[in-house]
């Protein structure tokens, strides 16, 4: 194999290259992006560059002597725009096409827009300059209104009010973050951002959004009522970028669809928010949008385009910091998923909690827990049965109240869990 394209020039696409160079690859390597900046770190734009905690360099993965180190041609700012896959060649959006016999694909996503979407004050975030363009918009203006509450969305509300901004945040979902954790830690998610002031309106879609002179004035929501606003951010979800994969021969479904190898087609291999492959640890196919996975996949795709031939089975691993909290996870989380808490109290801002689907534990959750939560990883990676948790009587299940909030039924005095410490009930297990 001489040559080797990579489509995408983010954290995924970076660390598929610098993986074939360790790895003692010597041959003709292309990374090509669509925007014109070096490869820069996501997960900081909705935070710290947002809030103005960090200048926008410091986002930058890699110093211009260390993109030299890759030896690679690179093509900044000229995105693909069509793959010959059965004649091994990319097309630029220049008309230039590009040979190889290995290719990675780590084109990532797209954000959603809404209709009115090109309205001066409405913004989306994905990219550097997006975030900068945001930014500068928040300290000119005094009320936000952000479409959408998963992870996005309320981390740019959490980001507007640390900013002084009046903060309204709209979900049709009944809670935030309810897709990703489910309706209880939804609800934990909404208390979080009431006690520092925003507002949220959730279990209502937005009708449309409304504008004089070209910008916009407000959301009107699906029960009539509009919101006053000087600003809107659509924070509304993203869709794979494979519009450029359209007539390529791949197979495009929620993604670029591959196996549980991360390839697509031989010689053809994606990673990153792009990839929907086949997990063999979970026994499903997943798509994942998170910035461990990018890095981990990549790994992965670059060494079985060499030859490795190994499944990708991660547990994988995300975060959302929001406030004065910190929310991490590993596993996945699937909607009928049951929820225990494991440690520590949900009204004291601090526990863990595991999702059991299937009669295994898929998933484990941590709020403000790090400690705790690495321990309780294992529970994930080796299938612990869910009846581990559960028959140990030690944690019982939690219900969401007419309000929103937690309240527990039954504590148990049971003998304690083998696997987790709880606090709750005085006692406490191996961890």
Same mark, same amino acid.
């Given at each position: 194999?001489?040559?080797?394209?990579?489509?995408?020039?983010?954290?995924?696409?970076?660390?598929?290259?610098?993986?074939?160079?360790?790895?003692?690859?010597?041959?003709?390597?292309?990374?090509?992006?669509?925007?014109?900046?070096?490869?820069?770190?996501?997960?900081?734009?909705?935070?710290?560059?947002?809030?103005?905690?960090?200048?926008?360099?410091?986002?930058?993965?890699?110093?211009?002597?260390?993109?030299?180190?890759?030896?690679?041609?690179?093509?900044?700012?000229?995105?693909?725009?069509?793959?010959?896959?059965?004649?091994?060649?990319?097309?630029?959006?220049?008309?230039?096409?590009?040979?190889?016999?290995?290719?990675?694909?780590?084109?990532?996503?797209?954000?959603?827009?809404?209709?009115?979407?090109?309205?001066?004050?409405?913004?989306?975030?994905?990219?550097?300059?997006?975030?900068?363009?945001?930014?500068?918009?928040?300290?000119?203006?005094?009320?936000?209104?952000?479409?959408?509450?998963?992870?996005?969305?309320?981390?740019?509300?959490?980001?507007?009010?640390?900013?002084?901004?009046?903060?309204?945040?709209?979900?049709?979902?009944?809670?935030?973050?309810?897709?990703?954790?489910?309706?209880?830690?939804?609800?934990?998610?909404? #208390?979080?951002?009431?006690?520092?002031?925003?507002?949220?309106?959730?279990?209502?879609?937005?009708?449309?959004?409304?504008?004089?002179?070209?910008?916009?004035?407000?959301?009107?929501?699906?029960?009539?009522?509009?919101?006053?606003?000087?600003?809107?951010?659509?924070?509304?979800?993203?869709?794979?970028?494979?519009?450029?994969?359209?007539?390529?021969?791949?197979?495009?479904?929620?993604?670029?669809?591959? #196996?549980?190898?991360?390839?697509?087609?031989?010689?053809?291999?994606?990673?990153?928010?792009?990839?929907?492959?086949?997990?063999?640890?979970?026994?499903?196919?997943?798509?994942?949008?998170?910035?461990?996975?990018?890095?981990?996949?990549?790994?992965?795709?670059?060494?079985?385009?060499?030859?490795?031939?190994?499944?990708?089975?991660?547990?994988?691993?995300?975060?959302?910091?929001?406030?004065?909290?910190?929310?991490?996870?590993?596993?996945?989380?699937?909607?009928?998923?049951?929820?225990?808490?494991?440690?520590?109290?949900?009204?004291?801002?601090?526990?863990?909690?595991?999702?059991?689907?299937?009669?295994?534990?898929?998933?484990?959750?941590?709020?403000?827990?790090?400690?705790?939560?690495?321990?309780?990883?294992?529970?994930?990676?080796?299938?612990?049965?869910?009846?581990?948790?559960? #028959?140990?009587?030690?944690?019982?299940?939690?219900?969401?109240?007419?309000?929103?909030?937690?309240?527990?039924?039954?504590?148990?005095?049971?003998?304690?869990?083998?696997?987790?410490?709880?606090?709750?009930?005085?006692?406490?297990?191996?961890?």
């Amino acid at each position: 194999m001489k040559r080797i394209v990579i489509v995408g020039a983010s954290a995924a696409g970076l660390t598929a290259a610098e993986t074939l160079r360790r790895r003692g690859w010597d041959g003709h390597l292309t990374l090509i992006g669509d925007e014109p900046r070096p490869p820069y770190d996501r997960p900081p734009l909705s935070k710290r560059i947002l809030t103005g905690d960090w200048p926008a360099e410091r986002a930058v993965l890699r110093s211009p002597h260390e993109l030299a180190r890759l030896e690679a041609d690179l093509h900044l700012g000229q995105p693909a725009t069509a793959l010959d896959a059965a004649g091994h060649r990319v097309r630029l959006g220049g008309g230039e096409n590009i040979r190889f016999d290995g290719l990675v694909i780590a084109t990532g996503v797209t954000p959603r827009r809404l209709p009115g979407a090109d309205l001066a004050g409405v913004h989306v975030l994905r990219t550097l300059d997006d975030a900068l363009a945001l930014r500068a918009a928040l300290l000119a203006e005094r009320q936000v209104v952000v479409v959408g509450a998963g992870f996005l969305g309320t981390e740019v509300a959490a980001a507007a009010r640390a900013m002084g901004l009046e903060v309204t945040v709209v979900e049709p979902e009944p809670v935030p973050v309810r897709r990703p954790f489910g309706e209880r830690i939804g609800a934990l998610v909404a #208390d979080l951002h009431r006690a520092h002031g925003t507002r949220l309106r959730c279990g209502v879609p937005v009708r449309r959004l409304r504008s004089a002179g070209g910008r916009v004035t407000g959301v009107e929501l699906g029960d009539g009522t509009t919101l006053p606003t000087d600003l809107v951010v659509l924070a509304v979800g993203a869709t794979p970028a494979t519009g450029w994969l359209t007539g390529s021969g791949l197979r495009l479904g929620n993604g670029v669809v591959c #196996d549980a190898w991360c390839r697509a087609a031989p010689g053809i291999y994606a990673a990153g928010d792009v990839a929907s492959w086949h997990n063999p640890h979970f026994g499903t196919r997943i798509r994942l949008e998170h910035r461990m996975n990018a890095t981990e996949q990549a790994v992965a795709a670059a060494g079985n385009l060499l030859g490795d031939a190994t499944p990708f089975a991660p547990v994988p691993y995300f975060w959302t910091d929001q406030y004065d909290t910190r929310i991490q996870a590993y596993g996945i989380f699937p909607p009928d998923a049951d929820l225990r808490v494991l440690s520590g109290d949900p009204s004291n801002g601090r526990f863990t909690a595991a999702y059991g689907h299937r009669g295994v534990v898929v998933g484990v959750l941590g709020w403000n827990a790090p400690r705790e939560l690495r321990m309780l990883r294992r529970l994930v990676v080796e299938r612990s049965l869910w009846t581990a948790v559960t #028959d140990a009587g030690l944690c019982p299940p939690l219900t969401v109240d007419r309000c929103g909030g937690w309240t527990p039924t039954a504590w148990s005095t049971g003998p304690p869990c083998p696997r987790t410490r709880c606090t709750r009930a005085g006692s406490s297990g191996a961890g």
